[in-house]
């Protein structure tokens, strides 16, 4: 299957800076990313749809100016959490759809990134 | 709207015996269905997917599903349980739409040797 990579893994921080999250498909391109936030022993939270070239389309309730969000190539999406504060700490993935026919809609997840603010 | 539900926070099992993770689902048109494991601080891996044609999908690691539209369920089985089994359950459902896939809340499986 296709292959995405996320970056960094684990990452602390002090509470005001922002941290940036990375996520690659490395073998496939992708026109969607999506971005997801994971509470412990919580399901997936579908924060953003990332597309390339074009303007992140936010959930209801996330925050545009907390959460940005960039698709400048058909492999790489951003995820930037703004002047950090604790309750952002949390787990975030990305995950990118298989592009190619047949199109069902099959995603491929990075690996996650732990953020912990301090 | 779609959406997904998973029944059961928790399922054990005992290692060698048949296991079963309950999920429905609700979609308008024809639903597009996925199930996807998470390990420990881990990203989502994919299981397997049910799209069309037969109802009974083989995915990965020996797991199968049942599609039963009648009953608007996809459940996840598996013959005989593994300890390695044990780890976090996603079923997930879009439409035929480019809508993004909605998951459920996650059933936790734990394989007791």
């Known amino acids: 299957g296709a292959v995405v990579s996320q970056h960094p893994s684990w990452v602390i921080c002090k509470s005001g800076t922002s941290v940036k999250i990375e996520c690659r498909s490395l073998d496939f391109q992708a026109t969607t990313m999506f971005w997801y936030r994971q509470f412990p022993k919580q399901s997936l939270m579908l924060m953003a749809t990332?597309?390339?070239?074009?303007?992140?389309?936010?959930e209801q309730g996330v925050e545009k100016d907390k959460f940005l969000i960039n698709h400048a190539s058909l492999t790489l999406s951003t995820l930037t959490v703004t002047s950090a504060h604790p309750e952002d700490s949390s787990f975030y993935i990305c995950s990118a759809r298989w592009p190619h026919y047949p199109n069902t809609g099959e995603l491929f997840f990075g690996e996650g990134s732990r953020l912990t603010v301090l | 709207a779609q959406s997904v539900a998973q029944p059961e926070d928790q399922v054990n099992v005992a290692e060698g015996n048949p296991l079963t993770v309950k999920c429905t689902y609700s979609?308008?048109?024809?639903?597009?269905l996925f199930w996807y494991v998470q390990y420990p601080n881990r990203g989502l891996q994919f299981l397997l997917k049910?799209?069309?044609?037969?109802?009974l999908v083989k995915g990965s690691y020996g797991f199968e599903a049942e599609f039963n539209k009648s009953q608007t369920s996809f459940h996840l089985k598996k013959p005989s349980a593994l300890v390695s089994d044990s780890a976090l359950y996603f079923c997930a459902v879009r439409d035929a739409g480019n809508t993004p896939l909605v998951f459920g809340k996650g059933t936790r499986l734990s394989v007791i040797a």
């Open positions: 979609v308008s048109g024809n639903p597009y």
């Open positions: 990332s597309n390339e070239g074009s303007k992140a389309t936010y």
């Open positions: 049910y799209i069309t044609g037969d109802n």
